[in-house]
């Protein structure tokens, strides 16, 4: 298990209250933590069971029958990487509509999640709340490991305001937090990057990020996209819109909203 994988996010407190819905999909861009904080939940007893379907003997069996697979899991239970198997999505709808209120499922991974089987359309719509995981925020990296994370809209709420200048140690580190931003992988690894090393390591996860697909069914060249994320870094806000870079990249508009959407954080 990664080093990182048990530290506290602030969206913890959603699964420990219980999610509203019966079923809670758990989405986010690649790398961002995802299966480490369903171990998490898992190990912590917020939920009874985990299985994931990147493990070759369980994608088969959920493979083969998805709706008689998912009824052997012990309830609460964590399905990791569930976009993996499309009748998942299904076989979890049939599940919960069996069963009392209450949540009974996480599901975690893409946000094709659900969305793989009835033409497309979201089976557990209804059933159902879709959370995003983002990069950790500076507050989860420095909490307290024995303590939960706050949420920063109440702490914004509650905090008096200072607006005293900020000096030349805070203004470095605070470059430094930017330069790393919240990856785990880039910013709690293993062992200590270089800005040399976080560079290069940057630069080889972010073909591996944006994959060739935005949306099911059209594809996308790396080196596009890599242009559009070069244009909403360098380009100044105001030219930076959707349809901009739509236009700018050769790409359908849709298509630049949607990966610039889901690849923020990267």
């Not at 407190?13 to 219980?18: G, L, P, S």
């Not at 879709?130 to 490991?145: G, S, V, W």
């Not at 293993?190 to 990020?209: C, E, G, K, Q, Y």
């Not at 949306?215 to 790396?222: A, H, I, N, S, T």
Request: charged fraction near 20%; glycine fraction near 8%; proline fraction near 6%.
């Amino acid at each position: 298990m990664s080093e990182y994988s048990c530290r506290h996010r602030a969206v913890e407190q959603v699964f420990v209250t219980r999610a509203s819905q019966q079923v809670a999909i758990l989405e986010g861009r690649r790398a961002v933590g995802k299966s480490s904080l369903a171990r998490h939940l898992a190990g912590e007893g917020i939920h009874a069971s985990c299985r994931s379907l990147t493990e070759p003997d369980v994608r088969r069996s959920a493979e083969a029958d998805p709706d008689r697979w998912i009824r052997t899991l012990e309830l609460p239970a964590v399905i990791d990487e569930a976009q993996l198997v499309p009748g998942v999505g299904l076989a979890a709808k049939g599940l919960v509509d069996e069963l009392p209120q209450g949540h009974h499922l996480l599901l975690t991974g893409s946000a094709s999640v659900g969305r793989g089987t009835m033409a497309g359309s979201d089976p557990l719509t209804g059933r159902s709340v879709r959370i995003r995981l983002d990069p950790f925020a500076a507050m989860e990296l420095n909490a307290h490991p024995d303590r939960a994370v706050p949420s920063i809209v109440d702490v914004l709420f509650d905090a008096e305001f200072c607006d005293a200048s900020v000096g030349a140690d805070e203004r470095a580190d605070l470059c430094i937090m930017l330069r790393t931003g919240g990856i785990p992988s880039h910013c709690l690894p293993a062992v200590r990057l270089t800005r040399s090393a976080l560079n290069a390591r940057v630069a080889s996860d972010n073909p591996s990020i944006l994959g060739e697909q935005v949306l099911p069914g059209e594809r996308l060249d790396p080196g596009i996209a890599l242009r559009v994320l070069d244009s909403v870094l360098r380009i100044p806000v105001g030219s930076t819109a959707p349809g901009w870079r739509g236009n700018s990249a050769w790409i359908a508009r849709r298509s630049a909203a949607t990966w610039a959407f889901s690849n923020a954080g990267s």
